[in-house]
């Protein structure tokens, strides 16, 4: 049987931690930063741990 390819567009955007969480950046980043507040940006630049229900699917996108 054939091995599974890694999905390009998911390897760009998840991370796995040590412990087997999936990371990703959360939204709301690109544009109109400066009608946001200072609080809202610094909040929103951090990594947010995924949903054990959508792991799953994400794990097989990146062949893990």
Do not use: C, W, Y
């Amino acid at each position: 049987m054939p091995k599974q390819k890694t999905h390009s567009g998911a390897k760009k955007r998840f991370k796995i931690t040590g412990s087997g969480k999936i990371k990703k950046q959360q939204s709301g980043m690109r544009h109109n930063l400066e009608l946001k507040s200072s609080r809202r940006t610094r909040r929103l630049n951090q990594d947010q741990v995924i949903n054990n229900s959508d792991a799953k699917a994400i794990k097989r996108l990146l062949a893990k």
